[in-house]
Structures are given as C-alpha cells and as structure tokens.
T-cell receptor
Framework: GEDVEQSLFLSVREGDSSVINCTYT??????LYWYKQEPGAGLQLLTY?????DMKQDQRLTVLLNKKDKHLSLRIADTQTGDSAIYFC???????????FGKGTRLHILP | NAGVTQTPKFQVLKTGQSMTLQCAQD?????MYWYRQDPGMGLRLIYY???????DKGEVPNGYNVSRLNKREFSLRLESAAPSQTSVYFC??????????FGPGTRLTVT
C-alpha cells in the first residue's frame, strides 16, 4: 500500500545545513511535497517537486528526488531559529486526489 | 483571499455531545479534506470530497459524518463525541498542482 516514512527528530546547530529525508512507496506518485508546521498552526506548503524532476532549488531550500530509490530530501541551508518546526513529506496520487503524509520530522535548532 | 477558514478554533465537549466543525475555502477548489492530527500519528484522513455533492471515506471515518454543502463549504460532524476524538482537526483544499492548502485547525477536547 501507499506509505511515506520519515525520521521523527533532527537536531541541527544554527547556521549549519539541515537535511530531512523521506521515503515513499507509490511509484506512480506525481507530485512530492514538503510542508512546514509551526507550533499551534496549520500546515504550510514549503515547496513541491514534480516526479520527472531530480532537483528543485528555492532560496535556502533544495529538494532532491531519487525516483529509483523513492527517496526525497529537503535541505535547508544556513538553518535559523525560525526554521524550528515539524516538516512533513507528502506524495500525491492523482488517480484519487489523495495526499499521503509522513508522520513529520521535528527539527530542533541548537544555539 | 482568506484561503481556508475553520470554525471554531477551540471546543470542549462532554462525552455524548454532538457538534459540527465548519470549513470554507474561497479559492474555487474542487477537492476538500478533513484530517485529524494526534501526537506521533501525523495526519490521518477522515473524509474527503472530490467535488460538490460527493464524499468518500478516508483512513479513520468511524464516528464522523461530513457534508459538502456547496463548492465552498465542507463540514465535519461528530454525532456522539468520545474522548478518543480529542484531537486537532484540519480542513484542507486541493490546488491545481495537487498542493493542499490548510486551515488553522480546530482543537477539540472531549471529556
């Protein structure tokens, strides 16, 4: 069945790069997403990548997609305290308009 | 554009009481969703609606009903609340690139 896996926690020093990893199982996924959730708020779309792309860069964010290994990563350069949040990986299956979410990775920033 | 709005923001119910969570979007999206978020469980899909007049069960539909009143509004009803339904509930709608837009959430406590 469809599943999205990601590690639950990541600690990074302020100023370093953060890399959050995700694996998915549905090879027919069309879009893959990264969402950010700050405390007490809803999920906010950070970026997404179409499945025929390998990489997408948007300012401090770099998304890498390895379709062969079904592996998606989000790199945040120069991590700031404001990046502290839960990051959700998700995949879409347009055949039924469902989005499958991972359980989220809590990013903790060390001073 | 208000995006996706949800009411109420907070609610406390006694076991057995009923209530309806309201959701509206002003982006003319066809698909809308209800999720619940519990610690360590990520987002779980309760129900979704691919278009006005249609609804489908998600991963955890038991104890809930939904109504897609029109294209803008998608409500979630708890007929007889149980403590297991204590959670944060998010409504979302689906954009053209299959990205989801989330509301701010409703924090529900059932005592």
């Amino acid at each position: 069945g469809e599943d999205v896996e990601q590690s639950l926690f990541l600690s990074v020093r302020e100023g370093d790069s953060s890399v959050i990893n995700c694996t998915y199982t549905d090879s027919s996924s069309t879009y893959l997403y990264w969402y950010k959730q700050e405390p007490g708020a809803g999920l906010q779309l950070l970026t997404y990548i179409f499945s025929n792309m390998d990489m997408k860069q948007d300012q401090r964010l770099t998304v890498l997609l390895n379709k062969k290994d079904k592996h998606l990563s989000l790199r945040i350069a120069d991590t700031q305290t404001g990046d502290s949040a839960i990051y959700f990986c998700a995949e879409s299956t347009p055949r039924d308009d469902k989005i499958i979410f991972g359980k989220g990775t809590r990013l903790h920033i060390l001073p | 554009n208000a995006g996706v709005t949800q009411t109420p923001k907070f609610q406390v119910l006694k076991t057995g009481q009923s209530m309806t969570l309201q959701c509206a979007q002003d982006m003319n999206h066809n698909s809308m969703y209800w999720y619940r978020q519990d610690p360590g469980m990520g987002l779980r899909l309760i129900y979704y609606s691919a278009s006005e007049g249609t609804t489908d069960k998600g991963e955890v539909p038991n104890g809930y009903n939904v109504s897609r009143l029109n294209k803008r509004e998608f409500s979630l009803r708890l007929e007889s609340a149980a403590p297991s339904q204590t959670s944060v509930y998010f409504c979302a709608s689906l954009g053209l690139s299959y990205e989801q837009y989330f509301g701010p959430g409703t924090r529900l406590t059932v005592t």
